[in-house]
Nanobody, 118 residues
């Protein structure tokens, strides 16, 4: 069982920055692919960025060049550095940990609110 706890959300002006953290419990953090998703008001949850346990990263087009996903396996923590924030980035941001080797596992955090004012 893995528990994920997000932090770092808040209110920021357009153009500002925030860094989200996702602290994971358990001793096998390095085996998981980590992802950040978001769900804006009245919208479906969407993938923002993903960081595989191999180090490969992928980003949604709408955050490329602005957001950076990273991880520190020694601290069991994943991060999302968000720069150049826009009002349309306002959403609840969720951390996801996924293990794709047997047994496959999928965990979600409780979410952290990010609000960007214009």
């Amino acid at each position: 069982q893995v528990q994920l706890v997000e932090s770092g959300g808040g209110l920021v002006q357009a153009g500002g920055s925030l860094r989200l953290s996702c602290a994971a419990s358990g001793s096998t953090f390095s085996l998981y692919h980590m992802g950040w998703y978001r769900q804006g008001p009245g919208k479906e949850r969407e993938l923002v960025a993903r960081l595989k346990n191999s180090g490969d990263t992928s980003y949604a087009d709408f955050v490329k060049g602005r957001f950076t996903i990273s991880r520190d396996n020694a601290k069991n923590t994943a991060y999302l550095q968000m720069n150049g924030l826009k009002p349309e980035d306002t959403a609840v941001y969720y951390c996801n940990a996924q293990k794709t080797t047997y047994p496959t596992l999928d965990y979600w955090g409780q979410g952290t609110q990010v609000t960007v004012s214009s």
